[in-house]
T-cell receptor, first 111, second 117 residues
């Protein structure tokens, strides 16, 4: 597609529920990043893929967070046993030759 | 220490005036890149302008220019002739290292710009 597509756009989860957030990067973009943006803050790095390889997961806040990109294209960020502090916008970005393109994000609200 | 510092939480500017959004950065890597993004209420991060650490000239993109002062470690965004559509959050970000596309961005806390008609 023309841009980075994220779904769902909004997600409300009950505390303790598992959620899965999807990112469709721009076709041909090798690099894919996930960021977490809390209300009123700048995005914070979570994890980075180059093709299907997860090269950096240093930003994942706990072992409840898991990301995958099995075929080097679509990526899924999974959060297990969601907690209130997980409420945020989750942004995906893909990159090629120095330019980063962001999706519109998934707004996760944990109630 | 914060890697990216944006000291202006909010700014109000009259339409058609120029505005400068401040950004200072901290890195020991000689190779880095500085980015500015605009985030409207829709949530998408829109790329505005890029400055590489080895670039000799300040970057310009239409109404956007970057006032890069390497010795002071500042990379201020200047928007000329502001328009109502410029109202948004603005983020300064840094990529450390020389591998384009292969390094994470570190963002500041942002500045909320409001253009007054």
């Amino acid at each position: 597609g023309a841009g980075v597509s994220q779904s769902p756009r909004y997600k409300v989860a009950k505390r303790g529920q598992d959620v899965a957030l999807r990112c469709d990067p721009i076709s041909g973009h090798v690099s894919l990043f996930w960021y977490q943006q809390a209300l009123g803050q700048g995005p914070e790095f979570l994890t980075y893929f180059q093709n299907e390889a997860q090269l950096d997961k240093s930003g994942l806040p706990s072992d409840r967070f898991f990301a995958e990109r099995p075929e080097g294209s679509v990526s899924t960020l999974k959060i297990q046993r969601t907690q209130q502090e997980d409420s945020a916008v989750y942004l995906c970005a893909s990159s090629k030759e120095g330019g980063y393109t962001f999706g519109s994000g998934t707004r996760l609200t944990v109630v | 220490a914060q890697k990216i510092t944006q000291t202006q939480p909010g700014m109000f500017v009259q339409e058609k005036e120029a505005v400068t959004l401040d950004c200072t950065y901290d890195t020991s890597d000689p190779s880095y890149g500085l980015f500015w993004y605009k985030q409207p209420s829709s949530g998408e991060m829109i790329f505005l302008i890029y400055q590489g650490s080895y670039d000799q000239q300040n970057a310009t993109e239409g109404r956007y220019s970057l006032n890069f002062q390497k010795a002071r470690k500042s990379a201020n965004l200047v928007i000329s002739a502001s328009q109502l559509g410029d109202s948004a959050m603005y983020f300064c970000a840094m990529r450390e290292g020389s591998n384009f596309g292969n390094e994470k961005l570190t963002f500041g806390t942002g500045t909320r710009l409001t253009i007054i008609p």
